[in-house]
């Protein structure tokens, strides 16, 4: 029975990997086909997600428009109870712009199928992750207004283009670690590896893998933060910035935690024999962190 499971999930895995090539871009949602400006939101979405996305789209468009309503209202009264609606509705507006396609959630499964995990290590990830990915984004704006004195959002997406494709390739080399890291506990392993699949993950490689993602600036953010300089509110929109990355935290760190759990149970399953949890350990580790690197691949193609 323990070799039929075996079986079926490295079928699996390796389905995974195929369904890599229609993967899309980790946080700008566009696929590896696609070449669509960062700052546009429709595009093709395979049908078995597509609910998902007209449900986040559709409450976006709420959140944004009253955004727009209490940043009106804080011209009048920038700290009064309109201020910490914006919050609000910034925070949730962050918690439902991650749950459409890309914004990190692929990478945070990749990786911890490759590497074993806590529950502190997927909010760490989940968190790391959204929140250089929305002050990357910070950065750029905040550049283009006060130095170059650029009001437009052309600029933004043309320079986070050569971002991305910096990220990509930091991104591969990641992935590239990953493998060598998986392939050299297999070597050693009576030393290397817990056979209860709990041994602490690498803090540097999951840091790394965070940062290295979260590069690419979050339009959506950009969007926001743009408007609120425009409408003289640059205090409140900064600090909606980070409700803003506290929400998409809270999901992307949910996917991680699903991961991790994932990962964690199917190896409970297999480790009372050696041999079986030895193999599962490694096809995780190396199918996870060779998903990084074609990732990272599809991202410089699209």
Known sequence: MKQIVILL????LTASLAACAYATNPFTGKGALQKKSMLQTK??????????VTFSQKHQKTFKQKLISFAKQMKEKPFGKAFWLFLWFAFLYGIFHALGPGHGKSIAISYFLSRPGKIVHGFMMGNLLTFSHVFSAVVLVMIFYFVFKVSGLTAFDQFSGYIKVLSAVLLMG??????????????HWSFAVEEDGRKVPDIKSLVMTSLVT???????AAIILSYAILTGIVVQGLLAMIAVSLGMGLTTS??????IVSRRTFLKIVRKSTGHFKIAYTSFSCVGASAIILIAIFMLVG
Request: glycine letters at 12%; one cysteine or more; charged letters at 5%.
């Open 9 to 12: 999930v490295m079928v699996l």
């Open 43 to 52: 595009g093709k979405v395979n049908p078995w997600i597509q609910p998902i």
């Open 174 to 187: 990641v992935g590239v670690y990953l493998i060598g890291h998986s392939i050299h506990e297999y070597r």
């Open 214 to 220: 979260g590069l690419i600036p979050c339009p959506g």
């Open 254 to 259: 949910s996917i991680a935690l699903f991961s």
